[in-house]
């Protein structure tokens, strides 16, 4: 999530972490706690910092089925899952 936006939600520091790229180069950036509302409830989630576009990570979708359209501007679904049986 983009530092402005970390600041104005006032979310709290957790730590340092680093991720390697996809390019092989390694990047060192600050985590933050949060909480989100997800499928009308609320989650604590760990916020990396970067100024990029936000993403959702794979943890918040288990138990999901997200549908894209691969294309500008295409729509994204996510819709919870029914238990297993």
């Known amino acids: 999530m983009p530092e ?3 600041a104005e ?4 520091w957790s730590h340092r972490s680093r991720a390697e790229l996809a ?4 990047v060192v950036f600050d985590v933050y706690r949060g909480t989100v509302v997800w499928d009308g409830r609320s989650v ?3 916020v990396d910092s970067a100024n990029v576009e936000p993403l959702v990570g ?11 359209e691969i294309r500008e501007g295409g729509r994204v679904s996510i819709s919870a899952l029914a238990p297993p049986a």
Not at 9 to 12: A, G, I, Y
Not at 23 to 26: A, F, K, V
């Open 58 to 68: 794979m943890a918040l979708l288990e138990g999901h089925k997200m549908s894209m």
């Open 23 to 26: 390019d092989g180069s390694e």
């Open 4 to 6: 402005a936006v970390i």
């Open 44 to 46: 604590r989630v760990l």
């Open 9 to 12: 939600l006032s979310l709290t």
